[in-house]
């Protein structure tokens, strides 16, 4: 069991100022599932979500305490390069935010940065890349038009697909449907299952139905405690806990 852990959190906690947000988080991802986040407004979620690629390190007046190991390194080690963890944890946003480039450029953009220059090395990658969030075919004869121009669903398929360009063992994803229509969001649910093939993802979702239709393991936060982690379908049909019920029944949130 424990060599299919790809990341590892042990009593973390993270503050903004005085107020702390996560308290005491333990949790245990494992190698090519998908993992849901959920739980009401304001319960630390995306907190979560972002300390596992240190992107609230931008935050002055956060602090954390506690261990995020990826493949048992500690990410918040200072020997630990930021762009090499960025690139090893992607992450996919809640509104789709291509960069106002040419769809191959923005898939070429991860590549470049890390020292990719061969053409055709590049060419493979955007192929592969577009094909691997079933996208290719909708875009192949408009590589270099802009991004700006796709709509909100191939937006997003875009995003994830420049965050895979650069191979990273897991993908975050803060609510990658939210801003999308039912059909779109279909679309981005299947993707989701098949990348779990090649990576490990994290995501945080309102949508409990999306939740049950995408995970393996759901975690469910309260308040910045994370009150239940387990098995999907365990924590949508006999939670252990009274407020997973409560919440995933409907009672609050
Ligand atoms: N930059 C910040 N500075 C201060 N407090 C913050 C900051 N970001 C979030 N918080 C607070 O931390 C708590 C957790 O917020 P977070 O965004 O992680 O929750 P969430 O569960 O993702 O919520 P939502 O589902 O609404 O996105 C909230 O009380 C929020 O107000």
Not at 114 to 133: C, F, P, Q, W, Y
Request: hydrophobic residues 35%; contains cysteine; neutral net charge.
């Amino acid at each position: 069991m424990e060599n299919n852990i790809r990341l590892s959190v042990k009593n973390f906690n993270f503050y903004y100022g005085n107020f702390q947000a996560l308290n005491n988080i333990n949790m245990d991802v494992e190698k090519n599932k998908v993992t849901a986040l959920i739980g009401p407004s304001g319960c630390g979620k995306s907190t979560f979500l972002r300390s596992i690629n240190r992107m609230n390190d931008l935050i002055d007046i956060s602090k954390y305490e506690g261990i995020i190991q990826l493949d048992e390194t500690d990410i918040f080690d200072k020997k630990y390069d930021i762009v090499e963890l960025r690139k090893s944890i992607g992450m996919v946003f809640q509104k789709p935010n291509p960069f106002p480039k040419t769809i191959y450029e923005n898939i070429v953009y991860g590549p470049k940065l890390h020292g990719t220059r061969d053409k055709k090395k590049l060419d493979e990658i955007v192929e592969g890349s577009l094909k691997a969030v079933a996208l290719w075919d909708e875009v192949k004869d408009k590589l270099h038009q802009s991004a700006l121009g796709l709509s909100g669903g191939q937006q997003q398929r875009l995003c994830i697909a420049r965050a895979i360009a650069v191979e990273p063992e897991i993908l975050l994803m803060d609510e990658p449907t939210s801003a999308l229509d039912p059909i779109s969001t279909l679309k981005i649910e299947r993707l989701i299952r098949d990348l779990a093939k090649d990576y490990t993802i994290i995501i945080v979702t309102h949508n409990m139905q999306q939740a049950a239709r995408v995970s393996e393991y759901t975690g469910f936060f309260y308040q910045g405690v994370l009150e239940e982690f387990g098995p999907t379908e365990k924590i949508f049909t006999n939670p252990d806990n009274k407020k997973t019920e409560d919440y995933i029944t409907g009672k609050f949130g």
